[in-house]
């Protein structure tokens, strides 16, 4: 009651790796030397296998963002048109940033809490051959929700367009076969599934992509992807790195291809459904039941309660962060990640805590019923597995 440990419970920045933590404490490393090089390069192919994919991977010394800002400015023309899927706070985002460098954005909307469905970018190509590029969240964090990368990755890669996605939550949380769904252009961030501090923004780059980038006339200068393709080819970066993030992101590949990135994927699912039971079990209602999603859980506050008394109550009674609603949903929702470093045990913990706030704040429900459908979810994963095994 009195010891409160900080609990990082948000969809970015999450929990630490400890061994990567401990690894930046070896930071003193020039990023000219052959030590450097040698580590960089185990980083560079460790990124493709985590990736799953035979494209090329480079990272970044930026949040996500920066590598989203790279995807247009590396592989687009002033002018060309291209079709920008929003559901959500990012959504939004991809739609000013292709304005923002003068594309000609077709907006396929849908409201916040649903989905831009597979049937609306392929008619939006159907009317639109000459379009280059589609535009996505895999996973869109403002709403919980996820879209059909697959489905849309099977339309796109008929047609000329490139397939260009923000994975940035949704890599380690959902699958994502990169070759094969046609994903030319995918985004990740250092601080979600990789488990390591904000700082390095990753994207893949196809072939495909590639080829429609040899007419590009977008300005760019440090996010310049041949430039650091090229550096990359002999273990460097074009640009100083952010060497003890490096060093970090090392450990915590090592981490993930020990683990298995099916495995880890798995535990964010698992994560998510019981999530999902545990809500629903105390009167919750989710804010995105359709397609939600596995990096994070959006729930709608209880009715007259603003969502912001729970973020709060989550902070101040027990050291635990979770995050509100962004947007026009700020004191509607209130969100739950579940990607990267956390396990069960985080989860028994937060929705126990869930159960004494909103008794606190007037509304009534059993304690013990969210906890216990996060336990029989649990059981019924752990202990059949164990049952097969032996």
């Not at 952010?242 to 981490?255: H, N, R």
Request: proline share 5%; with cysteine.
């Amino acid at each position: 009651m009195h010891i409160k440990k900080q609990r990082l419970l948000t969809p970015g920045p999450t929990p630490l790796l400890p061994k990567a933590l401990h690894a930046m404490m070896a930071s003193d490393m020039h990023h000219r030397t052959q030590d450097f090089q040698k580590l960089y390069r185990q980083v560079l192919a460790d990124l493709k296998e985590v990736f799953g994919t035979s494209n090329d991977v480079l990272p970044l010394v930026s949040s996500g963002s920066g590598a989203m800002e790279a995807s247009i400015s590396n592989l687009f023309r002033r002018g060309d048109k291209v079709i920008v899927c929003t559901a959500g706070k990012f959504g939004e985002r991809w739609v000013a940033m292709t304005k923002a460098f003068g594309l000609n954005s077709m907006v396929l909307e849908a409201p916040y809490g649903d989905t831009v469905g597979p049937a609306r970018v392929a008619e939006a190509l159907a009317a639109n051959p000459d379009a280059r590029g589609v535009f996505i969240q895999a996973s869109e964090t403002s709403t919980g929700a996820a879209h059909d990368i697959r489905a849309m990755g099977e339309i796109i890669k008929k047609t000329p367009a490139i397939f260009i996605i923000d994975a940035i939550t949704g890599l380690g949380t959902m699958p994502l076969d990169i070759d094969n769904w046609g994903l030319d252009v995918l985004i990740g961030g250092s601080q979600k599934a990789f488990m390591i501090p904000p700082g390095l923004g990753f994207i893949s780059v196809s072939p495909k992509a590639w080829e429609l980038g040899k007419n590009c006339d977008l300005p760019h200068f440090y996010f310049d992807l041949k430039k650091e393709l090229k550096s990359a080819r002999n273990g460097e970066s074009s640009w100083t790195p952010a060497v003890s993030l490096i060093i970090s992101l090392a450990e915590a590949l090592k981490y993930v291809k020990e683990l298995g990135m099916n495995r880890l994927i798995e535990n964010a699912q698992l994560l998510a459904k019981a999530t999902r039971a545990a809500v629903t079990a105390m009167g919750l209602e989710l804010f995105s039941p359709a397609s939600p999603a596995a990096s994070v859980t959006a729930v709608k506050a209880p009715a007259g309660m603003d969502s912001g008394v729970i973020v709060k109550g989550f902070r101040n009674e027990f050291g635990m962060i979770i995050a509100n609603g962004q947007g026009s949903m700020k004191g509607q929702i209130f969100r739950i990640a579940h990607l990267g470093y956390f396990d069960f045990a985080d989860l028994f913990a937060v929705i126990g805590a869930l159960e004494l706030i909103l008794n606190a704040n007037g509304f009534a429900t059993p304690y013990g019923k969210g906890v216990a459908a996060v336990q029989t979810v649990y059981a019924e994963a752990a202990f059949a597995k164990e049952t097969v095994g032996a």
